[in-house]
């Protein structure tokens, strides 16, 4: 029998990818949208006839619990939350509210509503922050540097608390930075590949950038979410780290980006103070040992591969911004002639 799956943010990159696996496993997918959002459907879009989205917010309970009954699922992907660590010091009580307290609030109606079902928290490195030990473990302590890593700790530990007080299947996995074309354009990783893409073709000039020497474990969002299902297939819950196990710098991404269409970097990247976070997180790196060893999971993609993988995406969602632009621009040199 076909299972089904709820996933709260489906139209993020880590939905959309997760959808798409669930769906070739013979899943019925359901996706949480807010009943007073006009969600970006951009992810989607090719699989949105095969999923069906229901109405739920993560700060309003009650219509969780509607969504858990209506879709009544075997699995719950919990993707959805402020999710940009730059804005979470922009809006932290958002952030507490939506990345920490949501979660309580979507375990509350699988509680309430369907127990039976297993759910998957999304935590992140973002945790460790000031890490205490390299590489960061499952049980490395966390020491959160933002508002955004704090919400998280949050719904990391009360999911742990929920698993343990109710005897409920719910896990958390602990993901690295994991990124693809479909990451969103305020993420560093979009930033630099969409710039590079719009200085290849001379649409801009130059790239504007803060910290260089920020190490990150990054890899690609599709390997991740198959960590994520293999999570939920276990006898027994636990909390997982997701990562490459690699360390990279921030100029290293730069010099990959630039060297992939052929121009130097240098001549092109501007460092400007206003990118620098107020506490920063200087060295990610994860020990993803367990995950290998219990999972059974492994990585695909490298980290240069994801580089020139984004980088030829946007290349190519430039040319075509590029032409509807110049089309519609003579397009309304045209109306003017006739109205003249």
């Not at 966390?142 to 990391?156: D, L, N, T, W």
Request: aromatic content about 8%.
């Amino acid at each position: 029998m076909a299972k089904n799956a709820l996933i709260t943010g489906i139209t993020g990159q880590d939905g959309s990818y997760l959808a798409e696996l669930l769906l070739e496993k013979g899943y019925k997918v359901f996706g949480l949208r807010r009943r007073t959002s006009t969600p970006m459907m951009e992810n989607i879009e090719h699989i949105k006839h095969e999923i069906e989205l229901v109405e739920g917010d993560l700060q309003d309970q009650g219509s969780l619990i509607e969504a858990v009954k209506k879709s009544k699922p075997d699995e719950v992907y919990n993707l959805a939350a402020q999710s940009f660590v730059g804005t979470s010091w922009a809006q932290p009580v958002l952030t507490g509210q939506t990345t920490a307290i949501g979660v309580t609030n979507m375990l509350e109606a699988i509680r309430t509503a369907r127990p039976e079902s297993r759910f998957y928290q999304a935590s992140s490195s973002e945790m460790f922050g000031k890490v205490v030990e390299t590489p960061q473990r499952e049980s490395t302590p966390f020491y959160p540097r933002s508002p955004y890593g704090v919400a998280k700790v949050y719904g990391h530990w009360i999911t742990v608390n929920y698993r343990e007080s109710y005897d409920m299947y719910a896990c958390s996995g602990i993901l690295f930075n994991h990124e693809s074309p479909r990451r969103g354009i305020e993420f560093v990783t979009r930033k630099v590949t969409d710039a590079v893409a719009k200085i290849k073709l001379g649409l801009q000039h130059e790239l504007r950038m803060g910290n260089l020497d920020a190490k990150r474990d990054w890899g690609f969002a599709g390997d991740y979410v198959k960590a994520m299902w293999l999570m939920l297939q276990q006898d027994q819950p636990d909390d997982y780290v997701i990562s490459t196990g690699e360390t990279h710098t921030v100029q290293e991404l730069v010099e990959i980006a630039f060297r992939h269409v052929g121009l130097n970097w240098e001549d092109h990247v501007v460092i400007d103070p206003r990118f620098v976070r107020p506490a920063e997180v200087d060295l990610l790196l994860g020990d993803n040992s367990k995950a290998r060893k219990k999972l059974g999971w492994n990585l695909e993609v490298d980290f240069e591969e994801l580089v020139k993988m984004m980088v030829d995406s946007d290349l190519q969602k430039a040319m075509v911004n590029s032409k509807l632009e110049k089309a519609v621009a003579i397009s309304s040199l045209q109306n003017t002639k006739l109205e003249a």
